[in-house]
C-alpha cells in the first residue's frame, strides 16, 4: 500500500468515527428530549392539564395598566401576548437610544482634558457599572412615589401636572393621526434609504460624499409640514385635567414607565460610555492630529474623523448591550410595569400552560436578540474596511 493510500485510508477511518460520534450524540439529546416530553405529558394528563395552545384563543380576562397597543380583557391571550411584546420593544428601543446618545456624550468627556467633565462622567460609569439594576429600579419608583403628591395633581407648569398616577404632559389627538404618522414614517424611510443610495452612488462616481446630513433633515422636515397641513382641520389639543390625584386627557407617563427608562438608561449608559472610551483610544493620535493638519476642529476631527473608525471597534461590544437591554426588560417585574413577562406570568398563572407559556417565552426573547443580531451584524459589515 502506497503513502497516498494509506493516508485516504486513515483519513476515512476518522471520517467515519467522527460521524458515528456525532450520531450517537444527536441520538442521545433526542432521547433525552423525547423523555422529558413523554415525562411532562403524563404529570399533566395524571392531574388534569390538557397540553397544546388552543388557549392562546382564549379570553385574556385580564387588565393591563399600560399599552402601546390597543387592548381590552376581551381580547385573546395572543393578542395580550403581542401587547405585551410590543410594550418591550418600546422600552428596549427607547433605552438603546437614549443610552447610545448619553454614552457618546460621556465616553467623549471621560477622555475630556476638562477634570470636572471627566471626573463627573467617571464617576457616573463607576456608580452604573457596580450597582444591580433591580436595585436601581426599585430606588427610582420608591424614590418618585415619595416626592409625588398623593392627594391632588400638581401644575409644575401651564398644563403640565404630577401626581402618584404619573407626570401628564399635553397631546394632539385626530381621527387620523395613526394613519398619517405610518405614512410619514413609511415616506421617511424610504427617502432615507434613497438618500443612502444616492449619496453613495455620488461619492463612488466623483470621490466626495455629498452633505446629505441637510438634504435628509431639509426633506423630513418638508414631510412632517405637508402631514401637519394636510390634516391640521383634524388635530385637536388634548390637555390634562386634574380630578384630585387622577389625571384625564394629555398623555400619561405613569411612575412605573418612567422609572423604567431613567434606571435602564442610567444603568446602560455606564457601559455604552466605555465601550465608547475604548473605542475613540483604539484611533491612532496621528488621525487626529492628521485632523488638525488640515484645519479641522476638534469637534470636526471627531466626527469625520474620528468616530467612522471607532465604529468599527465598538459596533460588535454594542450590540451585546443592547441585546442586555432587551434582557434586563424582565426586571420590571419588580415595579409592575406591564412588559411580555409581565404579561406572560398572569397568562400562565390563569390557564396553568406553564410549559408551553415558557416555551413562548424564550421562543420570543430568542427571536428578538437574534434578529436583533442580524441587524447589528449588517450595520458591522458596513462599516468595515473593503479589502481590495
Same mark, same amino acid.
Given at each position: 500500500?502506497?503513502?497516498?493510500?494509506?493516508?485516504?485510508?486513515?483519513?476515512?477511518?476518522?471520517?467515519?468515527?467522527?460521524?458515528?460520534?456525532?450520531? +450517537?450524540?444527536?441520538?442521545?439529546?433526542?432521547?433525552? /428530549?423525547?423523555?422529558?416530553?413523554?415525562? =411532562?405529558?403524563? *404529570?399533566?394528563?395524571?392531574?388534569?392539564?390538557? =397540553?397544546?395552545?388552543?388557549?392562546?384563543?382564549?379570553?385574556?380576562?385580564?387588565?393591563?395598566?399600560?399599552?402601546?397597543?390597543?387592548?381590552?380583557?376581551?381580547?385573546?391571550?395572543?393578542?395580550?401576548?403581542?401587547?405585551?411584546?410590543?410594550?418591550?420593544?418600546?422600552?428596549?428601543?427607547?433605552?438603546?437610544?437614549?443610552?447610545?446618545? +448619553?454614552?457618546?456624550?460621556?465616553?467623549?468627556?471621560?477622555?475630556?482634558?476638562?477634570?470636572?467633565?471627566?471626573?463627573?462622567?467617571?464617576?457616573?460609569?463607576?456608580?452604573?457599572? *457596580?450597582?444591580?439594576?433591580?436595585?436601581?429600579?426599585?430606588?427610582?419608583?420608591?424614590?418618585?412615589? #415619595?416626592?409625588?403628591?398623593?392627594?391632588?395633581?400638581?401644575?409644575?407648569?401651564?398644563?403640565?401636572?404630577?401626581?402618584?398616577?404619573?407626570? /401628564?404632559?399635553?397631546?394632539?389627538?385626530?381621527?387620523?393621526?395613526?394613519?398619517?404618522?405610518?405614512?410619514?414614517?413609511? /415616506?421617511?424611510?424610504?427617502?432615507?434609504?434613497?438618500?443612502?443610495?444616492?449619496?453613495?452612488?455620488?461619492?463612488?462616481?466623483?470621490?466626495?460624499?455629498?452633505?446629505?446630513? #441637510?438634504?435628509?433633515?431639509?426633506?423630513?422636515?418638508?414631510?412632517?409640514? =405637508?402631514?401637519? +397641513?394636510?390634516?391640521?382641520?383634524?388635530?385637536?389639543?388634548?390637555?390634562?385635567?386634574?380630578?384630585?390625584?387622577?389625571?384625564?386627557?394629555?398623555?400619561?407617563?405613569?411612575?412605573?414607565?418612567?422609572?423604567?427608562?431613567?434606571?435602564?438608561?442610567?444603568?446602560?449608559?455606564?457601559?455604552?460610555?466605555?465601550?465608547?472610551?475604548?473605542?475613540?483610544?483604539?484611533?491612532?493620535?496621528?488621525?487626529?492630529?492628521?485632523?488638525?493638519?488640515?484645519? +479641522?476642529?476638534?469637534?470636526?476631527?471627531?466626527?469625520?474623523?474620528?468616530?467612522?473608525?471607532?465604529?468599527?471597534?465598538?459596533?460588535?461590544?454594542?450590540?451585546?448591550?443592547?441585546?442586555?437591554?432587551? #434582557?434586563?426588560?424582565?426586571?420590571?417585574?419588580?415595579?409592575?410595569?406591564?412588559?411580555?413577562?409581565?404579561?406572560?406570568?398572569?397568562?400562565?398563572? #390563569?390557564?396553568?400552560?406553564?410549559?408551553?407559556?415558557?416555551?413562548?417565552?424564550? /421562543?420570543?426573547?430568542?427571536?428578538?436578540?437574534?434578529?436583533?443580531?442580524?441587524?447589528?451584524?449588517?450595520?458591522?459589515?458596513?462599516?468595515?474596511?473593503?479589502?481590495?
Amino acid at each position: 500500500m502506497t503513502a497516498v493510500e494509506r493516508a485516504s485510508s486513515v483519513f476515512w477511518t476518522r471520517r467515519r468515527r467522527d460521524l458515528a460520534y456525532q450520531t +450517537l450524540s444527536l441520538l442521545a439529546v433526542f432521547g433525552f /428530549a423525547t423523555l422529558i416530553v413523554a415525562t =411532562a405529558s403524563n *404529570n399533566l394528563a395524571e392531574r388534569g392539564i390538557e =397540553a397544546g395552545t388552543e388557549f392562546l384563543g382564549d379570553r385574556a380576562g385580564f387588565s393591563l395598566s399600560e399599552t402601546s397597543l390597543p387592548y381590552s380583557p376581551d381580547d385573546s391571550n395572543l393578542w395580550a401576548i403581542l401587547v405585551g411584546i410590543g410594550n418591550t420593544l418600546v422600552v428596549a428601543g427607547l433605552v438603546s437610544l437614549y443610552s447610545t446618545i +448619553l454614552g457618546l456624550f460621556l465616553g467623549i468627556a471621560r477622555i475630556s482634558d476638562n477634570p470636572l467633565a471627566a471626573g463627573l462622567s467617571k464617576a457616573w460609569v463607576e456608580v452604573a457599572r *457596580n450597582s444591580p439594576p433591580i436595585l436601581i429600579l426599585l430606588f427610582l419608583y420608591s424614590a418618585i412615589g #415619595k416626592v409625588l403628591p398623593i392627594v391632588d395633581a400638581v401644575t409644575l407648569m401651564p398644563h403640565i401636572l404630577v401626581s402618584q398616577r404619573g407626570f /401628564a404632559l399635553p397631546w394632539f389627538s385626530h381621527p387620523g393621526s395613526a394613519l398619517s404618522m405610518a405614512l410619514g414614517a413609511a /415616506a421617511a424611510i424610504a427617502l432615507l434609504l434613497w438618500t443612502n443610495r444616492a449619496v453613495t452612488r455620488a461619492q463612488q462616481r466623483t470621490g466626495r460624499r455629498p452633505p446629505w446630513l #441637510k438634504f435628509v433633515s431639509l426633506a423630513l422636515g418638508s414631510i412632517f409640514l =405637508a402631514l401637519v +397641513l394636510f390634516t391640521w382641520q383634524d388635530i385637536k389639543a388634548d390637555l390634562p385635567v386634574a380630578n384630585g390625584p387622577d389625571i384625564s386627557g394629555g398623555i400619561v407617563v405613569s411612575p412605573e414607565f418612567f422609572s423604567l427608562i431613567v434606571g435602564l438608561t442610567f444603568y446602560t449608559t455606564g457601559f455604552v460610555a466605555e465601550i465608547i472610551r475604548t473605542g475613540l483610544l483604539s484611533v491612532p493620535r496621528g488621525q487626529w492630529e492628521a485632523g488638525y493638519s488640515i484645519g +479641522l476642529s476638534r469637534w470636526r476631527t471627531l466626527r469625520l474623523v474620528v468616530i467612522p473608525q471607532m465604529l468599527r471597534v465598538i459596533i460588535p461590544p454594542m450590540t451585546s448591550q443592547y441585546i442586555n437591554i432587551v #434582557k434586563n426588560s424582565t426586571l420590571v417585574i419588580a415595579i409592575g410595569y406591564a412588559d411580555f413577562m409581565v404579561v406572560m406570568g398572569t397568562m400562565i398563572n #390563569k390557564t396553568s400552560h406553564a410549559i408551553e407559556g415558557t416555551l413562548i417565552i424564550i /421562543a420570543t426573547y430568542l427571536l428578538i436578540n437574534l434578529s436583533l443580531s442580524a441587524l447589528m451584524s449588517r450595520v458591522n459589515r458596513l462599516v468595515q474596511v473593503a479589502e481590495r
